[in-house]
Structure formats: C-alpha cells, structure tokens
C-alpha cells in the first residue's frame, strides 16, 4: 500500500505563486499514475494535474482552468511529485489533495483511475 503526504499549501495574495509536494512510501513501483485534486465545501472533487510514467512514455493532464499556470512534475525516484501553482487566482481556493492509482494507467487525465488520496492541504488565494 502506497501512504500520500502532501504539504505546501498555504494563503497567498492573488498572483502569487506555491509549491505542492507529495510525498509517498510504501510499496513503490517504478511505473505509476498520479496527480492532484483539489475540492471547495459541497462541491466534488476536481482533478487538476496527472502524470503518468512508463519506461520512456510519460503522460501529463492538466484541466482547462489551470493549463499556463499550474506545473506538476517528478522526482527521478518516483517518490514525490509536485505541483507548482503560478498566477493563482481567488478561485483556486480550495483543499489539494494527492491522489494515487492502484495501478499504471496511461490516462492520468481520467478521474477514474484514482483510487487513493492524501489527507489534504489548504491552498486559500486572497484578493
């Protein structure tokens, strides 16, 4: 069982910029699909960034309102990924959450592939 600890998070002015990071442990395998979630109060979960890691192939997804801002990227041990959140905007409020697959699966753009998530940081943007 892969455990997620994500941390990073915080309040910044709009515009401003914060590093996520995720750090796993466990059982590792060197192929993988992960990505970032983030969620407000009575809405559900949004999947704003996925990577996804075989041999030479990798994959990234990120979702339409975070594409030119938001980055996620990799160690070369597999073991932490990150998100880098430029330009953030008041509506990017919100819990991030780190999120794993069970499995490698080439599409970390679908949701459903997502089978285990970290306990979450607040990432909260002010105007």
């Known amino acids: 069982q892969v455990q997620l600890v994500e941390s990073g998070g915080g309040s910044v002015q709009a515009g401003g910029s914060l590093r996520l990071s995720c750090a796993a442990s466990?059982?590792?395998?060197?192929?993988?699909?992960r990505g970032w979630f983030r969620q407000v109060p009575g809405k559900e979960r949004e999947l704003v960034a996925g990577?996804?890691?075989?041999?030479?192939?990798?994959?990234?997804y990120y979702a339409d309102s975070v594409k030119g801002r938001f980055t996620i990227s990799r160690d070369n041990a597999k073991s932490t990924i990150y998100l880098q959140m430029s330009s953030l905007k008041p509506e990017d409020t919100a819990v991030y959450y780190c999120a794993g697959a069970p499995r490698y699966y080439s599409d970390s753009g679908d949701v459903r592939n997502y089978a285990y998530w970290g306990q979450g940081t607040q990432v909260t943007v002010s105007s």
């Open positions: 466990g059982r590792l395998s060197t192929s993988y699909t």
């Open positions: 990577i996804s890691w075989s041999g030479m192939i990798s994959r990234i």
